[in-house]
């Protein structure tokens, strides 16, 4: 059983659409993020939301919107995409509190999106 | 702001070469760092957790140690299963449960 799942695994779109990319986790945990990988392997944070409240918001266009139905559900939306938009999208997962944090992110395999 | 910068970018070694990988941190109280493995296509995967300065953790030919400054990641007798980007990320006493990464070492280990 994945412990947290993306999909779409590719994503291939046009300037100017609107797409989304789902995620889930399994794990029990009640804190979920969204970074972006960029050609180069930086892996930067977007978002990140705690039992379904945005805690981080990082610089990021408002094109894109995160919003999470409930603690296991983390989506990302974007609108009229552009081309700098292409990258890797990578969804992540950790307890929060009493948790254990010492494992850092449970990482989900990412979301290869390519704007043409 | 927390930074992290890793060296080098890239290191190809033979296998049986060990070597170490450097993680330079800037941070305002660090309350964690991290090392990871990433292979192609897929999602980075934990590796090490230190959180003091003289920490060190060791895992089959893998080794993290941590200084006030920075981390290294020690690779002993390396072999191709071993070819990978390891990335480095810091958590501060801010931001939540932010975590900031370096921008990896990708290693290559040759038979």
């Known amino acids: 059983d994945t412990a947290v799942s993306q999909t779409p695994k590719y994503l291939v779109t046009q300037m100017g659409n609107d797409k989304s990319i789902k995620c889930e986790q399994n794990?029990?945990?009640?804190?979920m993020y969204w970074y972006k990988q960029d050609s180069k392997k930086f892996l930067k944070i977007m978002f990140s939301?705690?039992?379904?409240?945005?805690?981080i918001n990082e610089t990021v266009p408002n094109r894109f919107s995160p919003k999470s139905p409930d603690k296991a559900h983390l989506n990302l939306h974007i609108n009229s995409l552009e081309l700098g938009d292409s990258a890797v999208y990578f969804c992540?997962?950790?307890?929060?509190?009493?948790?254990?944090?010492?494992?850092?992110?449970?990482f989900g395999s990412g979301t290869r999106l390519t704007v043409v | 702001e927390d930074q992290v910068t890793q060296s080098p970018e890239a290191l190809r070694l033979q296998e049986g070469e060990s070597s170490s990988l450097n993680c330079s941190y800037t941070?305002?109280?660090?309350?964690?760092l991290f090392w990871y493995r990433q292979d192609p296509g897929k999602g980075p995967e934990f590796l090490f957790t230190?959180?003091?300065a003289g920490e060190e953790k060791e895992k089959e030919r893998l080794k993290a140690t941590l200084t006030k400054k920075e981390s290294f990641l020690h690779i002993t007798a390396p072999k191709p299963e071993d070819s990978a980007t390891y990335l480095c990320?810091?958590?501060?006493?801010?931001?939540?449960?932010?975590?900031?990464f370096g921008t990896g070492t990708r290693l290559l280990v040759s038979p």
């Open positions: 992540a997962s950790s307890p929060t509190g009493t948790g254990d944090f010492s494992y850092g992110y449970t």
């Open positions: 794990l029990g945990h009640d804190t």
């Open positions: 939301y705690n039992n379904k409240e945005l805690i």
């Open positions: 941070v305002s109280g660090l309350r964690g």
């Open positions: 230190l959180y003091s």
């Open positions: 990320a810091v958590r501060s006493n801010t931001g939540f449960q932010k975590l900031v």
